[in-house]
Antibody, heavy 116, light 110 residues
Framework: QVQLQESGPGLVKPSQTLSLTCTVS??????????WNWIRQPAGKGLEWIGR???????NYNPSLKSRVTILVDTSKNQFSLNLKSVTAADTAVYYC????????WGQGTLVTVSS | QSALTQPPSVSGSPGQSVTISCIGT?????????VSWYQQPPGTAPKLIIY???NRPSGVPDRFSGSKSGNTASLIISGLQAEDEADYYC??????????FGGGTKLTVL
């Protein structure tokens, strides 16, 4: 059974970079059949897709976030990561990682608060 | 990219059926069969319940079904149960190779 687990700081200061890692277990991230996604959800609001990466390193990003987002993959550690720069309070949300175009497997989510 | 359009809320009594619509455009829902639906009970991560318009992952009850016509996808929940009370989201692949979500629908079981 594939499992995903997000990790990273729960508090980030405004203007700094938010960095999160998603560790995949129960399956290889190098499996070219799947892509690996980041999604976020502000409290009380809906889901927002941030972007995806394939094991090859190919990426696609939400146009509204593209200028601030970088997603990387580390196949040796079976992990992929999210960097979101120049954060503001509007970036405060629960951040999820998920597998596949259909988002079949999700992590439990991690709350990131942007505050000084 | 614009979010897909879902009704903010729907409700139904136990045993009844409800339908949640998901309206997109010819650049997403209308052009691809990569429409998915997710169930999110309060305080939990979303769970995939329908993929590729009408397919159910293993373990999802057959009370949940999906369909699509033109730019509109639909989730149908039949034989409503109290445990179905949750937020529901649709998503679609887009012509820009991105993913777009609907705004979410809160299902209340009366």
């Amino acid at each position: 059974q594939v499992q995903l687990q997000e990790s990273g700081p729960g508090l980030v200061k405004p203007s700094q970079t938010l960095s999160l890692t998603c560790t995949v277990s129960g399956g290889s991230i190098s499996n070219g059949s799947y892509c690996w996604n980041w999604i976020r959800q502000p409290a009380g609001k809906g889901l927002e897709w941030i972007g995806r990466i394939y094991a090859s390193g190919s990426t696609n990003y939400n146009p509204s976030l593209k200028s601030r987002v970088t997603i990387l993959v580390d196949t040796s550690k079976n992990q992929f990561s999210l960097n979101l720069k120049s954060v503001t309070a509007a970036d405060t949300a629960v951040y999820y990682c998920a597998r596949g175009v259909g988002l079949g497997y999700w992590g439990q989510g991690t709350l990131v608060t942007v505050s000084s | 990219q614009s979010a897909l359009t879902q009704p903010p809320s729907v409700s139904g009594s136990p045993g009844q059926s409800v339908t949640i619509s998901c309206i997109g455009t010819s650049s997403d829902v209308g052009s691809y069969n990569r429409v998915s639906w997710y169930q999110q009970p309060p305080g939990t991560a979303p769970k995939l319940i329908i993929y590729e318009v009408s397919n159910r992952p293993s373990g999802v009850p057959d009370r949940f079904s999906g369909s699509k016509s033109g730019n509109t996808a639909s989730l149908i929940i039949s034989g409503l149960q109290a445990e179905d009370e949750a937020d529901y989201y649709c998503s679609s692949f887009t012509s820009s190779r991105t993913l777009v979500f609907g705004g979410g629908t809160k299902l209340t079981v009366l």
